[in-house]
């Protein structure tokens, strides 16, 4: 048979990444076609007319079914095998597609051995089908071709010995051999002998001889021999006859026929290759292969299927083939009754594929996916049983499964952290602002000790966060590293000046080394080493009661642009066991259980730091010896540049002078607390502010100054979490507008992954909260120009301040009056949105004030209420200890403040007054200017400003030059 063609198959799916994944799986040993819907992949199938065609279901139009329907009522395609790809696995998607002819199932996600295998086993299908056809019709053509010749021997008047011997052959014998007449084969035996192939004459001559010298009749002649053509090819012929004998049984004369049946030996001979094909395909096949006859009896098996259930030989399969599944199904049928009811459904489909639970010679459970597909053998419907071993299979599914719900462990961890990174920086951030406004103005030494003990406080509780944070990001692959050019001894100095207060309180000395590297700068992450050296001096000093805290820094090697450094922190405190160094760098880990209680921390530092220290490439090492002290070192290879060329700036650690500016600033947040500390703060350095309470109304206000033609904004400063437009959606719209102002994100979520988010949508850089007003300055110079700077002098800088404290107080007071109805309202209307919002923002207030226990129940509420319904655990006693807490915080606040937070009675204002005040008012709204705040007590008293007054405290000034406009121009009353 002449070679078969390189077989096709069409792959069809809407998304083009699978197909390019299946055609790169199967273009070596196929034609691959490709349809992404499906009227092209009807088209292409009746053009190209592939062997298979690989069909997704769920498509766009014309699903996968609807497709298949159609292929199989068109005559030119309806015998192309289709195998369905998709991740519809139910029996009810399985029952739809074996209605339809389906010829197998590839289930998503598939794997590149899956696909090979089940496209190689319709393939060979399909060889299998194909070859049995071409016998089919070679049989058929030597049939209809079949002519007998006869032939005659006269015994009597011959010699059968003789080669003279006298035989008698019929034209059609002539005509077989290719002789036209008796000349060219005459009737002798000789004529005959000669043209016997070398390998059948003394065989043929033995067994007609045999039959006729057997005076009993009992060795008949029937034999097949080949004959040498006229052409010198070689055919096959069958030979029988008869010998008529005398009453003796002497023979007297022999007669028959013989057959050309050279087509018929060589469909035999090819039948006999084809079988041996098929068995060596059968034994090489690494898919278990079973063929059972119409009553589930073993016809033959492959090895696979041996080496599947462990056996050693034949014999114990056959002997054992009931115990190879256990006694129940998974589905908890028995499994005698399930397997007889499948085989029958497929021996009367044609085909069906199902999972089944085999078990191993020694008893292993096996789960396995078998198809049954119906064949033709020797003329019968028989089934073939491949079974594949899913073990494999299914353990890759598990860890699939295992990395999913890791990933999404790992996710809900990340929300979390951001979650409680926005929950606490928050309400920090006003805390540590306010303690630093306060301490600037305070006078009274005492008053100055409790605001330094609350901002030590609050930065403590910030480290904490930052190691919270910090080693999630190293757990989940986030930390980030910086490489820009620094001086090590300006990091180095930094240190020492941080540390060396906790020194003298504790009376140590510290003992600084440090090699310098002249006339370079390494490139690297300062912040990082600052972070990693800092926390192994507070270690040692927070550990050491007298003695030295020796710091030393080594140049070991400089040279081909980099430089390696030896680091060293050594104390002479209480030291560690070997068994406590073995443990000192797990997390939450520290020396024993009394350290925390006797110094505190949190066991995070050294985790973080070796880390960090491996993230630079290097290793952190400890020795120590109990009520000796302890060595930390470790050493860390930077590239260097030369000094001279480095242009990025200063990158020292010392602190800012206070920066003069003259921009437009405009703040975004939702939280009138917040929205006051930051503009007081911008306020005390000359920029002039502008307040919105959500991303909406910041859209609307960059857009109205392009609409006016006035100058954009210098800076934006964008809280995140806010009521109608967040954040990230409003800097984006501001991004879009193309009005050049940066936009800073002023958020306390700080996670790596979502400052790529902030990046992406317009937000170059972040000011977390909470923060100094060190770092206010620092982001403000990033983007700002200062017309001239200071040194921070608090003398000059105390003053207002507690008036600030006050009108946020008082402000407390006058915005939560109605907080409690509002929420009983909010939730009796089944506003559940509404009443989250009043909640969060009550907890961030009530945080800033510094009221913890108003703050944490609020917090509670806010949590109860997050998920849009009302939970059942919102009692009535919970409500009432919310209004209890808030009604003392109210009173409370309203004896600390003492009229301030009264009505005040005012004498009648003159219309002459109101006049003054109003051309008093105009010039400082026009040029943005914060102090017309001062003003608000004389515009209260003027009848009808009191959304004049709304507007000046959330330092919208122009909603309030607006509003002012319609004031002066209203008719007296």
């Avoid at 696979?304 to 908890?332: K, M, R, V």
């Avoid at 020492?496 to 090699?515: A, C, D, F, H, T």
């Avoid at 006016?708 to 964008?718: A, N, R, S």
Wanted: aromatic share 8%; glycine share 6%.
């Amino acid at each position: 048979m002449s070679k078969i063609k390189k077989n096709s198959v069409l792959v069809v799916d809407d998304d083009s990444n699978n197909i390019a994944v299946i055609t790169n799986i199967l273009k070596t040993d196929y034609i691959v076609y490709a349809a992404k819907d499906g009227q092209s992949a009807i088209d292409a199938a009746k053009e190209f007319l592939p062997d298979i065609i690989l069909l997704d279901i769920i498509m766009p139009d014309m699903d996968g079914y609807a497709v298949m329907a159609e292929l199989k009522n068109s005559e030119k395609t309806q015998d192309i095998p289709i195998i369905l790809i998709t991740g519809l696995s139910s029996a009810k998607d399985e029952e739809k597609g074996l209605n339809l002819g389906v010829a197998d199932y590839i289930v998503k996600p598939f794997s590149p051995a899956i696909i090979k295998l089940r496209v190689g086993n319709q393939m060979k299908l399909i060889e299998q089908f194909r070859s049995n056809e071409y016998d089919i019709m070679k049989y058929k053509l030597s049939n209809d071709a079949l002519k007998i010749a006869l032939w005659d021997l006269d015994i009597v008047n011959g010699d059968p010995r003789n080669p003279s011997s006298k035989f008698t052959w019929s034209q059609e014998f002539r005509d077989a051999l290719g002789f036209s007449d008796e000349n060219d084969f005459p009737n002798t035996s000789e004529a005959l002998t000669e043209r016997f192939h070398p390998e059948d004459g003394e065989r043929t001559i033995t067994a007609f001889m045999g039959h006729l010298m057997d005076y009993t009749e009992k060795t008949p002649y029937d034999t097949e021999y080949r004959l040498k053509m006229k052409s010198g090819e070689y055919r096959y012929f069958h030979a029988f006859g008869t010998a008529q004998r005398d009453c003796a049984g002497i023979p007297l004369r022999m007669a028959g026929a013989v057959i050309d049946i050279t087509e018929k030996k060589l469909m035999e001979e090819k039948a006999h290759e084809d079988e041996e094909r098929m068995r060596l395909m059968l034994e090489t096949m690494p898919l278990a292969c079973r063929l059972f006859s119409r009553d589930g009896k073993v016809i033959d098996y492959n090895k696979a299927i041996i080496n599947l259930f462990g056996l050693t030989d034949q014999e114990e399969y056959l002997g054992e083939f009931n115990y190879f599944s256990p006694d129940f199904q998974p589905c908890g049928r028995q499994s005698l009754d399930l397997r007889n009811e499948l085989f029958n459904k497929g021996l009367e489909d044609g085909y069906l594929r199902f999972e089944w639970l085999h078990k191993k010679f020694d008893g292993e459970p096996l789960p396995c996916e078998v198809t049954l597909t119906r064949v033709k053998y020797k003329g019968e419907d028989i089934i073939a049983a491949y079974t594949r071993d899913l073990r494999e299979q299914k353990a890759i599914i598990e860890e699939i499964r295992k990395a999913e719900i890791a990933e999404e462990s790992s996710k809900t961890k990340s929300r979390f952290l951001a979650t409680m990174s926005h929950e606490i920086r928050t309400p920090m951030n006003s805390i540590m602002g306010f303690a630093e406004l306060a301490m600037e103005q305070a006078t009274d030494p005492q008053i100055k000790e409790y605001l330094g003990k609350i901002t030590d406080s609050t930065k403590w509780l910030l480290g904490i966060i930052n190691d919270i944070l910090d080693i999630s990001k190293i757990e989940a692959g986030k930390m980030e590293l910086e490489n820009v050019p620094f001086n090590l001894q300006d990091v180095i100095l930094r240190c020492q000046s941080v540390i060396l207060p906790n020194l003298k309180e504790k009376g140590l000395e510290l003992r600084l080394y440090m090699e310098p590297i002249v006339d370079k700068k390494l490139l690297g992450d300062p912040i990082r080493l600052y972070q990693i050296i800092m926390n192994l001096l507070s270690n040692a000093v927070k550990f050491t009661s007298t003695g030295t805290v020796k710091l030393s820094s080594l140049v070991k090697n400089l040279d081909n642009g980099k430089a390696t450094l030896y680091f060293e922190v050594k104390d002479s405190g209480i030291g560690m066991s070997d068994e406590q160094t073995e443990k000192i760098f797990a997390p939450f880990i520290q020396a024993d259980s009394s350290t925390t209680r006797n110094y505190g921390g949190t066991g995070l530092g050294l985790t973080i730091v070796k880390n960090i220290v491996e993230l630079m490439g290097g290793k952190l090492s400890v020795e120590s010896t109990p009520g000796i002290g302890s060595t930390f070192n470790f050493e860390i290879v930077f590239e260097t540049i030369d000094a001279s060329s480095d242009t990025s700036g200063n990158n020292d650690f010392s602190p800012l002078e206070k920066p003069y500016f003259d921009a437009l600033v405009l703040i975004c947040d939702d939280n009138p607390l917040n929205r006051e500390v930051v503009c007081e703060h911008l306020t005390r350095v000359g920029i002039k502010t502008i307040a919105t309470e959500n991303g909406k109304e910041a859209v609307d206000m960059v857009t109205k100054r392009m609409q006016d033609g006035k100058e954009p904004f210098d800076l934006i400063l964008m809280d995140i979490f806010m009521p109608i437009m967040d954040g990230v959606e409003a800097a984006w719209r501001i991004t879009a507008l193309n009005t050049g102002t940066p936009i800073v994100a002023m958020t306390a979520n700080v996670m790596i992954s979502e400052l790529d988010t902030y990046r992406k949508n317009g937000m170059p850089d972040y000011l977390g909260k909470p923060f100094t007003s060190q770092e206010l300055w620092g982001t403000l110079l990033k983007f700002l120009t200062p017309v001239s700077t200071s040194i921070i002098d608090n003398d000059e800088q105390a003053r207002d301040k507690d008036e600030l404290l006050k009108k946020l107080r008082s402000n407390f007071i006058k915005n939560n009056q109605s907080t409690y109805n509002e929420i009983i309202k909010a939730i009796e209307n089944n506003d559940i949105i509404l009443a989250h919002r009043i909640a969060h923002t009550l907890k961030g207030n009530a945080g800033m004030i510094g009221e913890t226990k108003l703050q944490s129940i609020a917090a509670e509420m806010e949590s109860m209420l997050r998920n849009g319904i009302i939970p059942v655990s919102i009692s009535k006693d919970k409500i009432n200890i919310l209004k209890m807490e808030l009604d003392r915080v109210l009173e409370a606040l309203k004896l600390l403040l003492g009229n301030d937070t009264s009505v005040k009675e005012t004498a009648p204002i003159s219309a002459s007054e109101i006049s003054t005040l109003f051309e008093k008012m105009e010039p400082m709204l026009a040029n943005i200017n914060p102090t017309v705040v001062g003003l608000l007590d004389d515009i209260r008293a003027i009848p009808g400003a009191e959304e004049l007054a709304h507007h000046i405290e959330n330092y919208d000034f122009e909603s309030a030059a607006k509003t002012l406009t319609k004031l002066k121009n209203r008719k007296p009353v």
